[in-house]
């Protein structure tokens, strides 16, 4: 499949030719939606409303992320982070290089092991958080409209027992 590139968008970027791409929503299964055409859906979606709210802020969706579990304590190096994302380490030392180059996370060698790289935020990350976790909760929010406490409370549960179940498959 050949992505088309709409103005603003990012060039590499597979959630917009997901977005753009109507015909492959079109082609559903026998029977149906399947729960996990539903989910990968779901994140797309999420994944691209977040990138184009935080354009503006010269970062994209992957990028917050891994800012806001190094902010969160989730991860030290970048191991961490591909392991608790399941991201694959080409892209995460990309990720990281574009977020040092912005001045958001800065890499130290560690003083015990001169092998490992400790991640930490930089100043200039801490200062632009509250903002972008400002944005991570307003695209929720709106992915999250008409949908009662109650049904919140039963999705998350739904989608933690998926995970739960997944570490034991």
């Keep these: 499949m050949t992505a088309v590139r709409r103005q603003g968008e990012h060039p590499v ?3 917009a030719a997901i ?3 109507p015909a492959a929503a079109a082609q559903l299964p026998e029977g149906g939606l399947s729960v996990g055409y ?3 859906r779901a994140r797309a979606s999420l994944l691209s409303g977040l990138d184009a709210e935080l354009a503006p802020f010269g ?3 992957m990028q917050y992320a891994v800012l806001k579990q190094l902010a969160e304590g989730n991860a030290r190096t970048a191991a961490d982070l591909c392991r608790y994302m399941y991201y694959d380490t ?4 990309r990720i990281l290089d574009r977020l040092e180059e912005k001045g958001l996370v800065r890499r130290e060698r560690g003083h015990d092991d001169r092998r490992v790289v400790l991640l930490h ?3 200039a990350g801490r200062a ?5 976790r400002a944005i991570g909760s307003r695209v929720l929010q709106r992915h999250l409209a008409g949908f009662g ?3 919140v409370e039963s999705l998350k549960t739904y989608l933690g027992r998926m995970i739960e179940n997944g570490k034991h498959a």
């Excluded at 080409?90 to 030392?93: P, V």
């Excluded at 632009?128 to 972008?132: G, N, T, V």
């Design 19 to 21: 977005k753009a791409d």
């Design 90 to 93: 080409g892209s995460m030392t």
């Design 13 to 15: 970027s597979r959630r």
């Design 149 to 151: 406490a109650a049904e």
């Design 38 to 40: 539903l989910l990968g």
């Design 59 to 61: 970062l994209n969706a």
């Design 121 to 123: 935020v930089a100043a």
């Design 128 to 132: 632009q958080l509250p903002r972008l």
